[in-house]
């Protein structure tokens, strides 16, 4: 197992770390697929990256939600996050659908993986500490 909610990145909001878990749960199901024993299906692929950009596509439009709601002083910033996330997410697709599984496209969604997994740790955590003590 690659990826999973591991007590480091929870945040301590029982919903978000549900979606959290469920994210994980998304990024783990890719690597496998890019990481199969056997040749790695190109549809297969494809598909889990697909499931993996809705999914985020629905948890950050839900935390966006709770900032705006909740009036976190960096909701723009967050969101900006997001949305650099959703570009390289769907840049990165487009690339495994031209050139298909190379070293290099495997690479850059780990080191994106790895930031996404980073943003949970640090600035979803601070976030969550603005909505428990208000």
């Known amino acids: 197992m ?12 029982l919903t978000l770390d549900w979606k959290h878990k469920g994210l994980m749960y998304n990024i783990e199901m ?3 697929d890019i990481t199969d ?5 190109r549809e297969t692929v494809e598909s889990s990256m697909s499931s993996l950009i809705s999914y985020l596509t629905r948890l950050f439009g839900h935390e966006e939600f709770l900032q705006k709601s909740s009036n976190y002083p960096e909701k723009f910033s967050h ?8 570009q390289e ?3 990165l697709k487009k690339k495994f659908q031209q050139d298909g599984l190379t070293e290099e496209n495997n690479n850059t969604l780990i080191q994106l993986v790895n930031s996404i997994v980073h943003h949970i740790k640090f ?3 601070k976030f969550n500490e603005h909505i428990r003590v208000r």
């Open 89 to 91: 997410m769907n840049a």
């Open 123 to 125: 600035e979803d955590r």
């Open 79 to 86: 969101q900006e996050a997001h949305e650099g996330f959703m």
């Open 2 to 13: 690659y990826y999973s909610l591991t007590p480091e990145l929870e945040t301590g909001n």
């Open 37 to 41: 024993s056997h040749k790695p299906e």
């Open 30 to 32: 890719l690597m496998q």
